[in-house]
């Protein structure tokens, strides 16, 4: 288990290292970043190498016994670089240094430079005693719209094309007389009069991705001789145009950044989820976080036992390392409130106690196995990006915001839940959730049938299955792809300003003697006339254009069963849906191979097991306010059952 952060000695003098090194073997660091923002310290002149300073700090380390997570400092640039290696943006302004994250990928000067500062590190600390792993570039995700990313999307482009009529076709550029007739014609997404391509949108985002990752690749090839692990750590935005999936069979392991802000134990259940997902059984670690929080345009403290809890909710999730931004809070620059493990008050402060408490734990928490997750919900980058055009039929479809609802009722009632790809073989999950997957392949659609046919649950969500890959809708009635499976077809969407009543089953009165009906309470957002096509109504639109109409639907298909949900249900109503049990407020659980992680993060004592904590070897039967264990032999209390509920049961 990693625990450390990032470290940026060059912003202190050196009596301060001493410092650094007895304080991190107090608070049980034992690997430090080094080196992140560290080029224009490393170069300061083009060509003129300044490699004492590191040299004199990675030996402190060693020392010291913290190893080290060494990066290249090519994230950003030195500012005698020519102008260049600097990126333009869409509406044609060359970038000035100043900021970070100022460079081009496409740029060769750029690209020759960043490979030759990650040469020079690689021959001089390849060896070193100290050496743990590479840390390439940092949060890659720059864009850049200038002649060399042009030509570039061209060649990416003809890759993925062959010919230039392919590309045409794909990008529907019959459409505003765009048809391209040569390929010089075609650029990158530039500032335009009105609405751009969506296709060529999403194209240029692939085209980043792959372009990116491929000068993560040949700084990889040059760091690799050394024997240790290469990674890069991700960043998770809606800006960022890097496709986790690709780049995560590229890295020795995964590493992601994460800063929960609204809800803090939601958020990082669902970016340890997505992380592992991601992972796909290689190891990952938590690269990044703050002893603060960015709330509402005020920076605020972690609370009390937060920054533990936590940390412990990425490692219940499978984290392999707990770090953080960064190891002592600098004293001036863009970033001087950002907090650190030291902070500004030092180490006679909450914070630093906390650090070393957390240190101290960490390497008491047993592997108790692989997680076992039992509920899947879809990821699909590129659908993602899709929902980020404009043009949609609502401006308000949120890819994220019902990935997260998914995963927050799922989490809220302590289910173990995973992500999965479209393409992943689905058979081990009892449920598959599907939130607004609006671009899907022939094949991908394929293995959502067969997922169903061989017996599972798939709940489909609004906005699904529409899109070919590249965009184009699939004719003759949404969802497109998923009609079959889900015995429905869609003939208009009706997105929504005011929220519609939901009813029971399907329209018309209910059976004479029947019990009362639950209440689905309202539908937001977006709702769709959907006729029924082998599918059964299970609650209908009470309200609204739609009165009458299925609104939710459930269809037998082989051995299993597909649900479809029309409209944005409230998150109560979307658990009754899946039939989910009642579970305490803030009880974290999550089920490994042999134990459950638990963590309470709410204000009151909730009793869970009785089992044994592996961490403390005491029998546990209820977990006071931040209490955490793993316990095994918990079969009993094992919360968290999935039952689809009316689709099961009606
Ligand atoms: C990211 C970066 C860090 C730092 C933090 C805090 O994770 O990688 O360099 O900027 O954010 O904002």
Known sequence: MYYGGDYNPEQWPEEVWQEDVALM?????????????????????????????????????????????????????????????????????????????????????????S???????????????????????????????????????RVWLRGAYGGLEALNDAWTTSFWSQHYSAWEQVTTPRATQYLPNPSQALD????????????????????????????????????????????????????????PAQDPPEETAFAADLARCWAAGKPWVLMEQAVVAYTGGRIVPRRPGEVARLSLSHVARGARGVMFFQWRASRGGAE???????????????IFREVCELGALLPSVPDAGDVRAEAAILWDTASWWALQSRGLPSSEVDYLDALRQAHRVLYRHGVTAGFAYPSADLSAYRLVLVPSLCLISDADAANLRRYVEGGGTLVVSFFSGVSDEHGRVRLGGYPGALREVLGVRVEEFHPLAEPVELSDGAAGPPPSGAGSPPDWGTGTLWSEHVHLAGAQALVSYASGPLAGLPAVTRHAYGSGTALYVSTRLADAAFARLLGLAPHPAGLEL??????????????????????????????????????FAVLAGLEAADAGDVRVGIGAER
Not at 80 to 101: F, K, M, P, Q, Y
Not at 596 to 623: K, Y
Request: glycine share 10%.
């Open 590 to 627: 999550v089920r490994h191979d042999r134990a459950v992680f638990a963590i309470n993060h709410g204000d009151r004592e909730q009793p869970v097991g009785p089992g044994r904590d592996l961490v403390t070897g005491t029998v546990v039967e209820s977990l006071p306010p931040g209490g």
């Open 25 to 113: 073997r107090r608070a049980g660091v034992n690997l430090v970043t080094v080196g992140v923002f560290s080029w224009a310290r490393l170069e300061p002149r083009e060509g003129e190498y300044d490699f004492g300073w590191l040299d004199r700090v990675l030996d402190l380390l060693h020392d010291g016994g913290v190893q080290v997570c060494l990066a290249t400092p090519t994230t950003q640039p030195p500012p005698w670089i020519g102008e260049e290696a600097r990126n333009v943006s869409a509406d044609g302004v060359r970038l000035t240094h100043g900021s970070r994250d100022t460079y081009c990928v496409s740029s060769p000067a750029y690209r020759a430079k």
């Open 115 to 153: 490979l030759e500062i990650a040469a020079r590190l690689a021959g001089r600390y390849g060896r070193h005693p100290a050496l743990a792993m590479w840390h390439v570039h940092n949060e890659y995700g720059s864009w850049c719209h200038c002649e060399h990313t042009a030509a570039a999307f």
């Open 336 to 350: 001087l409130w950002h907090g650190g493990m030291v902070p500004h008050a030092g180490p006679d402060s909450r």
């Open 204 to 259: 240029f985002r692939r085209f980043l991705s792959d372009e990116l990752l491929g000068h993560f690749r040949e700084q990889k090839e040059i760091l690799a001789p050394s024997g240790v692990p290469v990674t890069t750590n991700f960043h998770f935005g809606d800006w960022v145009p890097v496709d986790q999936r690709e780049w995560a069979e590229a890295v020795d392991l995964v590493a992601i950044d994460h800063y």
